[in-house]
């Protein structure tokens, strides 16, 4: 016996000790800590080669250097996501750790894929028509990066890892721009497994309230018809009522109405953007939750919160299966044919519903630090009341779906992201010159404060010009006959929130390459004024009514240059091309 394996033995017998008797040993949660990264691996690599059922795989690396890991349940044995989907399995995937600061998913997830494995209290059955997927740890840098000092607010677990990863990313931003390797990961799992059912688990501070565990389930507007009445009318009420009869009764995330300053004021939905997990997730129509634990609660009953979640959701899954998988179905055909794409969303404040809210009576007490004023909650003075809910949004803009998109070849960036979403692209087969419908991008603002890495570009504006355009043989072109058509929109549509145009991946369209020098210019101006009398006329009058352009040489010779051909055509001309009819193009 070599040195290495005799070490694997003993790994594998301390694990064994550690791990084979959930639920009897006093595990570490009950003590209100979280697994180290390699214990948590650890424990994996035991139930996946205890059971038959379950399988750790690597699916990518991640910005440490490490791998990313999803374990995978299914009591059949098939761990063939095309096989699964075809024998009508629903997918649940798990994704704990993208705020490693935030554990109790990850130490919830290994209980509960041991109790379903080990089919303790009958929980196999639940697998009868699931498969599960968990992500083990999703931000693998931030989770070796431990620490006591990472989460100032949180008293336990005493120590936990820390929200940005290798990068220094906020992955919870990060699935539109996908900057990190981790994101590039999980979102190739993702359509690989193409889950019905998807949940993120977080923990939140900010108000105080008695309630261990919220929820954000994702807007459901946002979702196509068949799946948003289901997920209104059947799925959230039931997940809520489930968690009411275990001891952690759940409500809606405390997100305070913009405006307000404590939650009796009204509780508003939280808008989770394609860049955010569930955001992204729902964007290609799964059902998406994110639980929000409370930072002030103890980490055990954190843990269990959010275990009672996974086994009420996965419960509601596998009685609900068929239900879940034909409005998932439904909702795919729809987004293939819907000729109109909702871009932009405002919540509805004229329409709230009644919450019971469980909170503390709060109020303003002198600081012992500062000795200013700071509000405070007084957890001896503990209330129900109900307050206002927010849940409705309305569309505020909408958009017409092209035929088509057209991409040049040489937006690498832009092309590499459509195709690991699983987007369909075709290539020209030919040079050819193609009328269509250009975006020139009237507005805009480059942010000058940055985030997650960017200088984002906000309040953009369009206006649409039918252009000819020179397109290469190997130019890319998306027909938007695709399930996938409304991420395809949300990426490529410049005034969506998310879109890649606002996530920087076109910046240089937003710069002129060519210029003029005023003597050099001046002859060519002059003739170009002469062949143009509407625009001398224009010119003249300028000078005449606006005392600072007739004193300004270079403001006079810009003037004539930006109404002239001279200015070049692909400055602010967003690269991305619209075909608003069916054409027969040279494609593969
Ligand atoms: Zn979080």
């Not at 307000?260 to 860049?275: L, T």
């Not at 975006?439 to 649409?464: A, E, M, P, W």
Request: aromatic share 14%; net charge neutral.
């Amino acid at each position: 016996m070599n040195s290495t394996k005799s070490i694997l033995l003993l790994t594998s017998a301390f694990i064994f000790s550690v791990f084979s008797s959930f639920g009897q040993i006093n595990l570490r949660y009950e003590k209100n800590e979280t697994l180290k990264y390699d214990e948590i691996i650890e424990a994996y690599r035991y139930l996946d080669k205890t059971w038959e059922e379950a399988k750790l795989f690597e699916v990518g690396l991640t910005d440490i250097g490490k791998p990313l890991h999803l374990f995978v349940i299914s009591k059949d044995k098939d761990f063939d996501p095309e096989s699964i989907h075809s024998r009508k399995k629903c997918v649940v995937f798990i994704n704990n750790g993208i705020h490693p600061g935030e554990p109790p998913g990850i130490d919830a997830s290994i209980q509960f894929s041991e109790d379903l494995l080990s089919g303790k209290d009958g929980l196999n059955s639940l697998l009868d028509h699931t498969v599960i997927c968990i992500v083990p740890v999703y931000n693998v840098g931030g989770c070796l990066n431990r620490s006591p000092y990472h989460r100032t607010n949180q008293d336990t677990p005493p120590e936990s890892g820390f929200r940005g990863n290798a990068k220094h990313l906020d992955l919870n931003r990060d699935f539109i721009k996908m900057d990190s390797k981790n994101a590039r990961s999980l979102v190739q799992a993702f359509h690989e497994w193409k889950p019905e059912v998807f949940l993120d688990t977080h923990v939140t501070n900010g108000s105080d309230h008695q309630y261990v565990i919220t929820l954000i389930p994702t807007i459901y507007q946002r979702l196509p018809e068949p799946m948003s009445r289901f997920f209104r009318e059947k799925m959230i009420p039931d997940l809520f009522s489930q968690m009411h009869k275990t001891p952690y009764e759940m409500i809606p995330y405390v997100n305070w109405l913009k405006g307000g300053s404590n939650p009796d004021q009204g509780i508003a939905a939280y808008y989770d953007a394609p860049r955010v997990s569930t955001g992204f997730a729902s964007t290609f129509n799964t059902y998406a939750f994110m639980t929000e634990n409370h930072v002030y609660k103890e980490f055990r009953d954190q843990v269990k919160s959010v275990y009672a979640f996974m086994k009420a959701l996965v419960s509601f899954s596998n009685i609900n299966s068929e239900e879940i998988i034909r409005t998932k179905n439904e909702a795919d055909e729809q987004s293939k044919h819907a000729k109109q794409f909702t871009s932009k969303w405002k919540l509805d404040r004229t329409h709230s519903e009644s919450l019971l809210f469980k909170g503390y009576e709060g109020g303003m007490v002198k600081s012992q630090l500062t000795e200013q004023m700071l509000y405070h909650y007084d957890r001896n003075r503990p209330y129900e009341k109900e307050v206002p809910f927010y849940r409705q949004f309305l569309p505020e803009e909408s958009l017409t779906k092209p035929e088509m998109y057209l991409i040049p070849q040489a937006w690498e960036k832009a092309i590499r992201h459509l195709q690991l979403n699983g987007v369909k692209l075709e290539r020209l087969v030919k040079d050819i010159e193609i009328e269509v419908n250009a975006y020139h991008l009237s507005s805009y603002q480059f942010s000058t404060r940055l985030n997650n890495g960017h200088f984002r570009v906000n309040d953009i504006q369009t206006t649409k010009e039918q252009q000819k355009i020179q397109f290469y043989k190997g130019d890319y072109i998306v027909i938007m006959n695709q399930k996938l058509n409304r991420f395809i929109m949300e990426v490529l549509e410049p005034v969506c929130g998310d879109s890649y145009l606002s996530w920087n991946f076109f910046n240089p369209v937003f710069e002129r390459r060519e210029y003029f020098s005023p003597s050099g210019f001046e002859s060519k101006a002059l003739k170009y004024l002469d062949e143009n009398p509407e625009l001398k006329k224009q010119f003249e009058k300028k000078k005449g009514t606006d005392p600072e352009f007739a004193k300004n040489s270079y403001a006079q010779f810009s003037y004539i240059y930006n109404h002239s051909p001279y200015l070049e055509k692909s400055y602010l001309r967003y690269p991305v091309y619209r075909i608003e009819e069916k054409q027969d193009l040279p494609l593969e």
